[in-house]
Antibody, heavy 118, light 107 residues
Framework: EAQLLESGGGLAQPGGSLRLSCAAT????????MNWVRQAPGKGLEWVSS????????YYAGSVKGRFTTSRDDSKNTFYLEMNSLRVDDTAVYYC????????????WGQGTAVTVS | DIHMTQSPSTLSASVGDRVTITCRAS??????LAWYQQKPGKAPKLLIQ???SLQSGVPSRFSGSRFGTEFTLTISSLQPDDSATYYC?????????FGQGTKVEIK
């Protein structure tokens, strides 16, 4: 069974940094499109970043571009979100999610990890 | 950016009712739309992708349809377990965008 497990959330100061990890089991990160989606307290879902399978390209929402970096370590089957220059409005639960490929929805989600910037 | 306008924001219905949620895209997204269900404190769950393709394991009372840039999620016979917030999401082009969400309550 495909599963994702996030870690690394916590409290950071404005201007600070955090790195989130998303460990995958039951499938290969390198063979899927990997994504980050966040949800501010009491708010809706916001797509943050995508790392398509195999390629070097990554995509970011305008609100995080230049501050957040997505990467993966195939040897650890883990996906990362490096967050720098954190702002108060980055406070959210961050979910990692995969999709099998182009044309599919986000079919497996992690449980989420909370980030508070204060 | 392609924005998604979802309605209603909340709805209250009885067990057995037919329920419809609508998302309208600000421009064409072809059929690249997904619907998710989210319960409090939990991650979203994929219900439908490509506008009308039911995800494996999702009850058949859920269905999706498309008419141009308007998409609907229908629950044919509302069940108590369907109490949740529902989101649409387009994945036509970057940035992917979600609708604002529809909270479904059981009367």
């Amino acid at each position: 069974e495909a599963q994702l497990l996030e870690s690394g959330g916590g409290l950071a100061q404005p201007g600070g940094s955090l790195r989130l990890s998303c460990a995958a089991t039951g499938f290969l990160v390198m063979s899927n499109d990997m994504n980050w989606v966040r949800q501010a307290p009491g708010k809706g879902l916001e797509w943050v970043s995508s790392l398509p399978e195999g390629t070097a390209g990554t995509y970011y929402a305008g609100s995080v571009k230049g501050r957040f970096t997505t990467s993966r370590d195939d040897s650890k089957n883990t996906f990362y979100l490096e967050m720098n220059s954190l702002r108060v409005d980055d406070t959210a639960v961050y979910y990692c999610a995969k999709r099998t490929g182009y044309g599919y929805g986000l079919d497996v989600w992690g449980q989420g990890t909370a980030v508070t910037v204060s | 950016d392609i924005h998604m306008t979802q309605s209603p924001s909340t709805l209250s219905a009885s067990v057995g009712d037919r329920v419809t949620i609508t998302c309208r895209a600000s421009q064409t997204i072809d059929g690249w739309l997904a619907w998710y269900q989210q319960k409090p404190g939990k991650a979203p769950k994929l219900l439908i992708q490509r506008a009308s393709s039911l995800q494996s394991g999702v009850p058949s009372r859920f269905s999706g349809s498309r008419f141009g840039t308007e998409f609907t999620l229908t629950i044919s016979s509302l069940q108590p377990d369907d109490s949740a917030t529902y989101y649409c999401q387009h994945y036509h082009s970057i940035p992917w965008m979600f609708g604002q969400g529809t909270k479904v309550e059981i009367k």
